[in-house]
Every structure is written in structure tokens, then in C-alpha cells.
């Protein structure tokens, strides 16, 4: 009984151990997940400033720009799948993974190519031999992702549809509605569609001054060279929103799954006690036990 009961201690030891880890985890994950909901709002403003000039500029051109053109059907996809580098997240990237597996369902797998943002993810297209373009692990690491990371993603997918090699970009990422509910989507990135969805966090939705905007404006040198220089911005804005909006849903989901852990340890811990204070109690009547038998015996000789 001594044995059993040393073993049980070294077990709480080390559960109070691990508590002490998820706990520092959960702490960590929910620090970062405010500062990427942040990241979020405070792009809002200037997307919301960008589609507004580019409706009326698009209002005053002859034909659609080439990348508002809706593109033709049957044509190939290039998917940015944006996950996380690492585990630990509960079952964030699973969610992702099954959308963009119902992705290459509906599309043909002959017809989807696909771009990795995030290790997760470019794991996940290597084992089931999907077709790979390119894979970039370091995004969404540590805190947010400056925007400069995110251009080279943004021109490759601009290229790729501006010379015809794929008739659609969509991006495959989670979107952040609140703390404990994050939803896997599949949004189109280009031909560029205006999405209100995307990087509308509850509870933090206003309303746009930009949306009331009224007047006649003059642009230099025409409205076909601002939409030039403006549209490739939005696509940039709408992709770099969605990797804040997966990486705000990532430390969430790593937040509440490191949380139920902590709580698992701490009912695991009070178990053990119990099952501790029960073998030292058993442990204490037989002793007990013995020396009456002892006893007894001495007096009846």
C-alpha cells in the first residue's frame, strides 16, 4: 500500500505540472487572440474607404476591370489555405481541413491548385498529394503578421488571374465571430466581390461615415489608373484580413482548448487526492488492524 501510495503522489506532481503549463498556455493564447482582434478593427477603415471609392469609380468605366470581371465557368481555382504552424488548438485546423476537402470535392480534384499558409496545411496537401504552388510556413506566426509578408502571397494570385491561368482565388480560412464560436469559410478573392462579412467581429460592427459619401470628384489621370492602383490594394486587404481573421479564430480555439485542459487537470488532481488520502487511510487500518491482532495474541498466550 506504501508503494501504491508514493506512486500516486509522483502522479499528482506531475498533473499539477502540467496544469501549471495550460494554464500559462490558455493566459498566453487569449493576450495574443486580443491583440489579432485588434489588428482586425483597426484595417476596417481603410477597406471600408477602398470599396467605396472603387464602387464609384467602377460606375464610371465603359467595361468591369479585369479583376472585378466575372470569370468564365469550368475554369481552375487557386486556393490559399490558411491554417496554423502548430497544434495544440483544439479542432481548429480539422474544421478548415474538411472545408477545403468539400472544396476539392465539389471543384475536382483536377481543378484546384493550392497555395499553404501555415504548416498545418501544407502537411495536409502533401499527404493527399493535391497539387501545391507554393507554401509560405511563417505568416502566422507568433503575432500578428505585418502587412509586408502578406503582398508576395497577394501578386502571386493577382499574376495567376490576370493571365488567365485560373478563372477564380478563393481563400479557405476560419472566420472570427466571437471568442467561442469561429466558422470555416471558403471566400472569393478574385474576381473581387465587396464581402461584409469578412472581419465582422460581434459586437464591435459601425458604421462606416465613408458609406454616406456624396459629391462629384476628379481623378487624376483617370478612374482607369486610380482602379489600377487601388483594386490590387482591396485583394491585399481582403487576404491580409483573412489570415488576422484565422489567426484571431487560431489563439481562440488554443485559448478554450488549453482551458478545458487545465480543468481536466483539476479534476484529474482531485481525483488522484481522493484515491491518495483513501490508500493512506487503508493503509493506516491495516496497520491498525495488525497491532490489535498482535496484541490480542500476546494476551491470550
Same mark, same amino acid.
Given at each position: 500500500?506504501?508503494?501504491?501510495?508514493?506512486?500516486?503522489?509522483?502522479?499528482?506532481?506531475?498533473?499539477?505540472?502540467?496544469?501549471?503549463?495550460?494554464?500559462?498556455?490558455?493566459?498566453?493564447?487569449?493576450?495574443?487572440?486580443?491583440?489579432?482582434?485588434?489588428?482586425?478593427?483597426?484595417?476596417?477603415?481603410?477597406?471600408?474607404?477602398?470599396?467605396?471609392?472603387?464602387?464609384?469609380?467602377?460606375?464610371?468605366?465603359?467595361?468591369?476591370?479585369?479583376?472585378?470581371?466575372?470569370?468564365?465557368?469550368?475554369?481552375?481555382?487557386? &486556393?490559399?489555405?490558411?491554417?496554423?504552424?502548430?497544434?495544440?488548438?483544439?479542432?481548429?485546423?480539422?474544421?478548415?481541413?474538411?472545408?477545403?476537402?468539400?472544396?476539392?470535392?465539389?471543384?475536382?480534384?483536377?481543378?484546384?491548385?493550392?497555395?499553404?499558409?501555415?504548416?498545418?496545411?501544407?502537411?495536409?496537401?502533401?499527404?493527399?498529394?493535391?497539387?501545391?504552388?507554393?507554401?509560405?510556413?511563417?505568416?502566422?506566426?507568433?503575432?500578428?503578421?505585418?502587412?509586408?509578408?502578406?503582398?508576395?502571397?497577394?501578386?502571386?494570385?493577382?499574376?495567376?488571374?490576370?493571365?488567365?491561368?485560373?478563372?477564380?482565388?478563393?481563400?479557405?480560412?476560419?472566420?472570427?465571430?466571437?471568442?467561442?464560436?469561429?466558422?470555416?469559410?471558403?471566400?472569393?478573392?478574385?474576381?473581387?466581390?465587396?464581402?461584409?462579412?469578412?472581419?465582422?467581429?460581434?459586437?464591435?460592427?459601425?458604421?462606416?461615415?465613408?458609406?454616406?459619401?456624396?459629391?462629384?470628384?476628379?481623378?487624376?489621370?483617370?478612374?482607369?489608373?486610380?482602379?489600377?492602383?487601388?483594386?490590387?490594394?482591396?485583394?491585399?486587404?481582403?487576404?491580409?484580413?483573412?489570415?488576422?481573421?484565422?489567426?484571431?479564430?487560431?489563439?481562440?480555439?488554443?485559448?478554450?482548448?488549453?482551458?478545458?485542459?487545465?480543468?481536466?487537470?483539476?479534476?484529474?488532481?482531485?481525483?488522484?487526492?481522493?484515491?491518495?488520502?483513501? &490508500?493512506?487511510?487503508?493503509?493506516?487500518?491495516?496497520?491498525?488492524?495488525?497491532?490489535?491482532?498482535?496484541?490480542?495474541?500476546?494476551?491470550?498466550?
Amino acid at each position: 500500500m506504501a508503494i501504491n501510495s508514493k506512486a500516486i503522489n509522483r502522479r499528482i506532481k506531475s498533473v499539477v505540472n502540467t496544469k501549471k503549463i495550460t494554464k500559462a498556455m490558455e493566459l498566453v493564447s487569449a493576450s495574443k487572440m486580443r491583440k489579432a482582434v485588434q489588428a482586425v478593427l483597426a484595417s476596417r477603415p481603410y477597406a471600408k474607404m477602398a470599396w467605396s471609392l472603387a464602387t464609384r469609380l467602377e460606375a464610371k468605366g465603359e467595361e468591369a476591370h479585369p479583376l472585378m470581371r466575372e470569370p468564365e465557368e469550368g475554369g481552375r481555382v487557386l &486556393a490559399v489555405l490558411v491554417t496554423s504552424d502548430r497544434g495544440l488548438c483544439g479542432g481548429f485546423n480539422a474544421q478548415v481541413l474538411k472545408t477545403a476537402a468539400e472544396l476539392v470535392r465539389s471543384r475536382g480534384i483536377e481543378k484546384v491548385d493550392f497555395i499553404a499558409v501555415g504548416r498545418r496545411g501544407e502537411q495536409w496537401i502533401r499527404r493527399r498529394n493535391l497539387p501545391l504552388k507554393a507554401a509560405f510556413g511563417d505568416v502566422v506566426a507568433g503575432g500578428a503578421p505585418a502587412a509586408a509578408k502578406i503582398r508576395p502571397i497577394a501578386r502571386m494570385l493577382r499574376n495567376g488571374f490576370t493571365d488567365g491561368t485560373y478563372g477564380e482565388i478563393v481563400v479557405v480560412y476560419t472566420d472570427f465571430v466571437s471568442s467561442i464560436l469561429q466558422k470555416p469559410r471558403v471566400k472569393t478573392l478574385l474576381p473581387l466581390r465587396k464581402d461584409s462579412e469578412l472581419g465582422e467581429v460581434r459586437g464591435h460592427h459601425e458604421a462606416g461615415a465613408n458609406e454616406k459619401m456624396t459629391g462629384e470628384y476628379l481623378f487624376e489621370p483617370n478612374p482607369r489608373g486610380v482602379l489600377d492602383a487601388l483594386l490590387p490594394r482591396i485583394a491585399e486587404a481582403q487576404l491580409y484580413q483573412a489570415v488576422l481573421e484565422s489567426l484571431a479564430s487560431e489563439h481562440s480555439a488554443r485559448m478554450l482548448a488549453m482551458k478545458n485542459a487545465t480543468d481536466a487537470a483539476s479534476d484529474m488532481i482531485d481525483d488522484l487526492r481522493l484515491t491518495f488520502n483513501q &490508500a493512506r487511510q487503508a493503509g493506516i487500518t491495516q496497520e491498525i488492524a495488525e497491532i490489535s491482532a498482535g496484541r490480542a495474541a500476546l494476551a491470550n498466550a
